[in-house]
């Protein structure tokens, strides 16, 4: 459990407090599943970011065929992921204007 929790923290998804005089730890959810999605939306641009910088190091062939097709395959996820986020804040704001 503490793996998972010390996870969603680093993620910014939760607040870890310690408890005085206790092991215990007390932990609140910073976020909804907006946080969520823009944390993973986070990652897999840092994840992208990567794949391309190694792209130079993959000799033409099968295997760089495959790095691009994984490059375009998360870019895929960012871009649909954006979009949705964008539809749900327009949702969002549109509600509240109601």
């Known amino acids: 459990m503490s793996t998972a929790v ?11 407090m310690p408890q ?3 092991r215990r730890l007390l932990i609140e959810a ?5 946080s969520l999605l ?6 897999a641009r840092t994840l992208i970011a990567a794949l ?3 792209q130079d190091l993959v ?7 495959r790095l691009h097709e994984v490059i375009g395959l998360f870019a ?17 704001a549109e509600d509240s204007a109601t």
């Open 6 to 16: 010390r996870q969603l923290a680093s993620w910014g998804l939760a607040k870890v």
């Open 20 to 22: 005085p005089g206790s």
């Open 30 to 34: 910073t976020g909804g599943i907006e």
């Open 38 to 43: 823009e944390a993973s939306q986070a990652r």
């Open 52 to 54: 391309r910088e190694g």
């Open 59 to 65: 000799d033409a062939g099968p295997a760089r065929e």
């Open 76 to 92: 895929g996820y960012v871009e649909v992921g954006s979009q949705l986020l964008s539809s749900y804040r327009r949702q969002r």
